[in-house]
C-alpha cells in the first residue's frame, strides 16, 4: 500500500507538468531514499516487536520463577515451623532428663559420702590386727565388709568365736548407727568338700554361717531382723584361685554387704524434679 502511494505521487508529478531530466533523477534519488528509510523503520519495528515478545516472555519466565521460589519458601517455612515444634519437644525431654540426672548424681555424692563416714567410722574402732584380716570396700554405693573366717569360726564349723564376736560388735555399732540401710550377710567357702554328719557340702556350710552371722547381729547386737539378709554361695563366688592354700584362704570368707534400702532408691525416682526450660 506505501509503495502505490509513492509510485502514484510520481506519476501525478510527471503527468502535472513537464520536468527536466535532471530534476527527475532528483526525484527518482529521493523516491529512492524514501523506500530505504520506510524498509529501514519495518525492520527495526520488526525487532522491536521481537524484543518485546522476549522480554515479555523472560517477564513471565522470571514471575513463574518468583511464584516457584515462594511457594518453596513456604514449605521451608512449614517444616522449620513444625521441625521448631519437635526441637521445642526434644529439648524439655533433654532438660527434663539432665535435671533427673542432676538430682540422682547429688543423691549418689550423698550416699557415697555417707558410706566414706561409715568405713571411717568402722575402721577407727578395729585394731591394727583386725584390720589386716578385714577388707572394707565401696563398690557403686554399696559397702563390702569381707571377714577372713579364721576370725569368725573354727574350722569347718559356722560357730562364731570369741573373736568374731568381737567383731561383730564393732560392726553392729556401725549398722545401728545406718538404720536406712539394709544388710546382707553372705558365706563363701573353698572348693575343699566337706564331711559332717550335719553339714552335707558347701552349700550348706556358706548358707549356715551367714545365718549365723545374722542371728548374732540379731539377738546379740539388736539389730533389726527386717533389715537382714542370710545367704550362701558355697564355692562358687571365688576371688581367687583354689589351687593354692592362700587362695583358697581368701575364699573362705564371709561379707557382710550394706546398701541402702531398694524402696527408698525407688522413691528417690519417684520424687524426679519436674521439667525445666533451662538448656544446660
Not at 55 to 74: G, V, Y
Not at 123 to 139: A, C, G, H, K
Request: glycine letters at 4%; charged letters at 25%; proline letters at 2%.
Amino acid at each position: 500500500m506505501k509503495h502505490s502511494f509513492w509510485s502514484l505521487l510520481l506519476i501525478s508529478i510527471l503527468f502535472t507538468g513537464c520536468v527536466t531530466k535532471g530534476k527527475f533523477r532528483d526525484l527518482q534519488s529521493q523516491y529512492t531514499d524514501l523506500r530505504r528509510d520506510y524498509q529501514d523503520c519495518q525492520i527495526q519495528s520488526t525487532e522491536s516487536r521481537t524484543r518485546a515478545t522476549s522480554l515479555e516472555a523472560r517477564l513471565s519466565e522470571a514471575q513463574r520463577n518468583n511464584e516457584d521460589l515462594r511457594e518453596t519458601l513456604n514449605q521451608c517455612l512449614a517444616q522449620a515451623s513444625q521441625g521448631n515444634v519437635n526441637i521445642g519437644k526434644l529439648v524439655d525431654e533433654i532438660n527434663a532428663s539432665n535435671r533427673f540426672i542432676q538430682h540422682l548424681v547429688q543423691a549418689k555424692n550423698r550416699s557415697d559420702s555417707l558410706n566414706m563416714v561409715l568405713v571411717t567410722n568402722l575402721t577407727r574402732s578395729l585394731t591394727p590386727s583386725e584390720t589386716q584380716d578385714i577388707d572394707i570396700q565401696v563398690l557403686k554405693g554399696v559397702v563390702y565388709i569381707s571377714l577372713d573366717d579364721r576370725m569368725l569360726y573354727r574350722s569347718g564349723s559356722y560357730e562364731i568365736t570369741t573373736q568374731g564376736e568381737e567383731i561383730l560388735s564393732k560392726i553392729a555399732r556401725i549398722i545401728l548407727d545406718y538404720r536406712d540401710y539394709d544388710v546382707l550377710v553372705e558365706g563363701n567357702t573353698d572348693t575343699d568338700p566337706i564331711s559332717k554328719t550335719n553339714i552335707r557340702n558347701n552349700w550348706d556350710l556358706s548358707v549356715l554361717r551367714g545365718s549365723s552371722v545374722v542371728q548374732a547381729l540379731q539377738t546379740k547386737y539388736g539389730v533389726d531382723p527386717s533389715r537382714l539378709t542370710a545367704a550362701g554361695r558355697g564355692e562358687y563366688n571365688p576371688i581367687a584361685t583354689n589351687s593354692t592354700a592362700e587362695g583358697k584362704a581368701r575364699n573362705r570368707r564371709t561379707q557382710i554387704i550394706i546398701t541402702p534400702k531398694l524402696d527408698q532408691f525407688m522413691e528417690l525416682i519417684d520424687q524426679a524434679p519436674p521439667a525445666s526450660f533451662d538448656v544446660y
